[in-house]
């Protein structure tokens, strides 16, 4: 399977496929959020190279987990699930 067969399907066939997912990105693939990235030294939000905030995904579907960091800016790609 791969993650653009995933766009269309209900919030509801989704969770069936990734229970742990929280969100699908705009290019199919199934998310969980895992929050901002916080500096374990200064508490702070980790910045990117650019200076935006950053925030961790854990990509549950359907390849390999994986902790991706992308900047808070694009959280418009992501749709929260609803279960």
Same mark, same amino acid.
């Given at each position: 399977?791969? !993650?653009?067969?995933?766009?269309g399907l209900t919030s509801q066939?989704?969770?069936?496929?990734?229970?742990?997912?929280? @969100?699908? @990105?705009?290019? +199919?693939?199934?998310?969980?959020?895992? +929050?901002?990235?916080?500096?374990?030294?200064?508490?702070?939000?980790?910045?990117?190279?650019? +200076?935006?905030?950053?925030?961790?995904?854990? !990509?549950? #579907?359907?390849?390999?987990?994986?902790? #991706?960091?992308?900047?808070?800016?694009?959280?418009?790609? #992501?749709?929260?699930?609803? +279960?």
């Amino acid at each position: 399977m791969k !993650h653009t067969d995933l766009i269309g399907l209900t919030s509801q066939q989704l969770l069936e496929l990734a229970p742990t997912a929280t @969100h699908q @990105h705009a290019k +199919g693939g199934l998310y969980q959020d895992l +929050g901002p990235i916080i500096s374990a030294e200064t508490k702070d939000i980790l910045l990117d190279s650019q +200076g935006n905030k950053l925030r961790a995904w854990l !990509h549950v #579907f359907p390849y390999q987990p994986q902790v #991706f960091a992308r900047s808070i800016d694009e959280d418009y790609k #992501f749709v929260a699930l609803s +279960g």
